[in-house]
C-alpha cells in the first residue's frame, strides 16, 4: 500500500511541474523565481492608436535593458517605421526614445506603459496589427505572455517566436474565444523576438502604417527627382564644354587634316639672293609652345642657336668635349621678351663667355625664360590667355569641386539624402581637372600658324641644297637650323645640307671637325643643362 501510496505522490508531482508552464486549457504559466518575464497587454484604440502595457518582473539586485527597432525592412527597399509615445515605468528603470529605436531599463518588478502609432497596416480587405511585443532583451525571458483587444473581435493571429527573421511559431497563439488574443513563448533567449501580426476586419479602425523608401546608405543614392535634375544639369555642362572644347579644337583638327605642302620660306632680294622667312615671323621657341602649348627645354634650346645663328652668341668646341658660348653682340631692341630672358640666363650682366661645363654647375633660373614666351604668345594673339595658367585654373577649379562634391555626397547620405547630387557635382569636378590640360584652345590665328608650322615642316623635309645658290646655302643653311631643332628634324635637315658644312666652320659656331658630329652632342648637352633647371619639362630623352 506504502508502494502506491508512493507512486500516486510521484505522479501528483509530475502533473504539479507540468502545469507550472502550462496550466489545462492554455491557461497562461507561472514564470520560474529568479528569471526575468514579462506580461504585455495590448489595446487597440478607435484612433487606431495600440496602447500596451508591460509588466516586467526582474530578479532582485539584477538589471536588464530592451531596445525595441522603430524601423524595420519590408522588402523592396522599403522600410515600416512605427512611433512610440507617452512612454513611462512604474517602478524603477527608464526609457529612452529616439526616431529610430525604443530603449527600456529595469530593474525589479516594473510596469511600462506606452503608445505604439503605425502598427496598423492595410493588407487586402483587411487589416493588421502588427507589433513586436518582445525583442531585444540583453537576458533571457523565462516567459512571455501577451494579450489584445480591440473594438472587433480579431479574425486571426500569426505569432513567431526566435531569431530575428525566422518563421518559428511561438508557444501557443490563439484568438481566445472570438473575443482577444492570447500568446505565450516559454524562454526566448537574449536579442530574439516575438512578432504578432493580428487580423482585423476592414473599417475597425483606420489604417496609420508608414511605409517609406529605406534610409541608410544605400537609399541614400537612389534616384530621386532631385538627383535626377542635379544629373541632368551636370550632363548639359558636360555636353556644352565638350561642344565649346570642340568647336575650339575643331580649328585645330582642321589645320591637321589634309595635305599640307611646303610653305614658301625661301625669298630673293632684288640681288638674286636666296634667304630664310619663317611664315607669319614665327620664331622656333615660339613654334614650340604654340604647337604643343607648353615650354620646353627644347624651345630654348633652339632659341640659344638662333640667337647664334643671329650673331647674338658665338659657339665653339673646346677640348674636353665642352663648347663655350660667348656673348658676340649686345642684345637689342629687335629682341622679344623672352630671346632676352634666355640669353641672360646664361650670360648675366659683365658675363662675356660660359662654358657648357660651367653652366651645369649653376643653378639657372628659366622661370623669367618661361613667363616671358607664355606672355609673348599671347601678345601674338595665338592664344587668348596664358596656356599654363588657363591649365591650372582649371585644375584647381576641378580639385575645389570635386572636394566639394565629396563633402556634399557624405553630408547628403547622412543626413536628407540625394548623396547623388553631391557625387555629380564630384564627378564633374574629376571631369574638369582631368580635361584641364585641353583648356588652353588656340585662337583662330593659333590655329592658322599650325597649318603654316605643317608647312615649314614639309620645306624642311622637300628643300636640297640645289634649291639654294651655293653662296647662300650655309646662311639658308644656318637659319632653318634652329627650327629644325624645335620641329625634331635636325638628323634629317644635317644629313640634306650638312655634308657641305661638315668640313668647315660655320659663321656662327667654330673649331668643329665635323660639325654633324660636334652639333647633336651639344645640343644635348644643353638639354642637359637646361633641364636640370627643373622649370621646364624635357622632351628629349637623356644622354646616355
Not at 103 to 123: F, N, Q
Request: net charge negative; aromatic share 6%; with cysteine.
Amino acid at each position: 500500500m506504502l508502494k502506491n501510496w508512493g507512486a500516486a505522490v510521484l505522479v501528483a508531482a509530475a502533473l504539479t511541474s507540468v502545469g507550472s508552464v502550462v496550466t489545462a486549457g492554455g491557461a497562461l504559466a507561472q514564470p520560474l523565481p529568479g528569471t526575468v518575464s514579462t506580461e504585455v497587454r495590448m489595446k487597440l484604440e478607435r484612433d487606431a492608436r495600440l496602447s500596451v502595457t508591460e509588466t516586467v518582473q526582474v530578479p532582485e539586485g539584477k538589471t536588464v535593458k530592451r531596445t525595441v527597432p522603430l524601423r524595420l525592412a519590408v522588402g523592396n527597399e522599403l522600410e515600416r517605421q512605427y512611433q512610440v509615445t507617452d512612454a513611462k515605468v512604474d517602478g524603477k528603470g527608464s526609457t529612452d526614445t529616439t526616431d529610430d529605436t525604443f530603449s527600456v531599463t529595469l530593474e525589479g518588478t516594473s510596469t511600462l506603459t506606452y503608445t505604439v502609432v503605425g502598427a496598423v497596416a492595410p493588407v487586402g480587405d483587411t487589416l493588421e496589427v502588427r507589433w513586436q511585443v518582445a525583442g531585444g532583451w540583453d537576458a533571457e525571458l523565462d516567459r512571455v505572455a501577451v494579450s489584445f483587444s480591440a473594438p472587433d473581435s480579431p479574425t486571426s493571429v500569426n505569432c513567431l517566436a526566435g531569431p530575428v527573421g525566422s518563421s518559428q511559431p511561438c508557444t501557443s497563439a490563439d484568438l481566445a474565444d472570438g473575443k482577444g488574443v492570447r500568446a505565450q513563448e516559454i524562454k526566448l533567449a537574449p536579442q530574439e523576438r516575438i512578432d504578432i501580426a493580428i487580423g482585423l476586419s476592414a473599417g475597425v479602425v483606420p489604417p496609420n502604417a508608414v511605409v517609406v523608401e529605406q534610409s541608410g546608405f544605400l537609399a541614400a543614392f537612389a534616384l530621386t527627382p532631385i538627383s535626377a535634375v542635379a544629373l541632368g544639369v551636370l550632363l548639359l555642362l558636360l555636353l556644352g564644354g565638350v561642344a565649346l572644347l570642340w568647336y575650339l579644337r575643331g580649328r585645330d583638327a582642321a589645320a591637321l587634316a589634309g595635305d599640307v605642302g611646303a610653305v614658301s620660306v625661301l625669298v630673293r632680294d632684288e640681288q638674286n639672293r636666296v634667304a630664310f622667312a619663317s611664315p607669319d615671323g614665327v620664331l622656333p621657341g615660339q613654334v614650340g609652345t604654340v604647337v604643343d602649348e607648353h615650354v620646353d627645354v627644347v624651345d630654348v634650346t633652339a632659341t640659344v642657336i638662333d640667337l647664334a645663328v643671329r650673331n647674338y652668341l658665338w659657339i665653339t668646341e673646346t677640348d674636353g668635349h665642352d663648347w663655350q658660348i660667348v656673348r658676340r653682340n649686345p642684345l637689342d631692341a629687335s629682341l622679344s621678351g623672352y630671346e632676352r630672358a634666355v640669353a641672360e640666363a646664361l650670360l648675366p650682366p659683365n658675363v662675356e663667355a660660359v662654358s657648357v661645363a660651367e653652366l651645369r654647375g649653376k643653378q639657372i633660373n628659366l622661370a623669367a625664360v618661361r613667363d616671358k614666351l607664355y606672355e609673348d604668345v599671347v601678345e601674338k594673339r595665338w592664344f587668348v590667355r596664358r596656356p599654363d595658367a588657363e591649365r591650372t585654373k582649371f585644375w584647381w577649379a576641378g580639385i575645389a569641386l570635386a572636394a566639394t562634391g565629396v563633402v556634399a555626397t557624405v553630408v547628403l547620405a547622412l543626413t536628407v539624402g540625394n548623396a547623388l547630387f553631391g557625387l555629380a557635382v564630384a564627378v564633374g569636378g574629376v571631369a574638369l581637372a582631368l580635361g584641364a590640360r585641353s583648356m588652353p584652345a588656340r585662337t583662330k590665328r593659333g590655329s592658322e600658324l599650325l597649318e603654316h608650322v605643317r608647312g615649314l615642316r614639309g620645306y624642311l623635309h622637300g628643300v636640297t641644297p640645289d634649291d639654294v645658290p651655293e653662296a647662300d646655302r650655309e646662311l639658308v643653311f644656318s637659319r632653318s637650323l634652329p627650327y629644325a631643332v624645335v620641329l625634331g628634324e635636325t638628323e634629317r635637315w644635317l644629313t640634306t645640307f650638312g655634308q657641305s658644312q661638315s668640313q668647315q666652320d660655320l659663321y656662327w659656331y667654330g673649331n668643329a671637325s665635323d660639325f654633324r658630329r660636334s652639333f647633336p652632342a651639344f645640343l644635348g648637352a644643353l638639354d642637359g643643362v637646361l633641364a636640370q633647371a627643373g622649370h621646364l619639362r624635357s622632351l628629349r630623352a637623356p644622354n646616355p
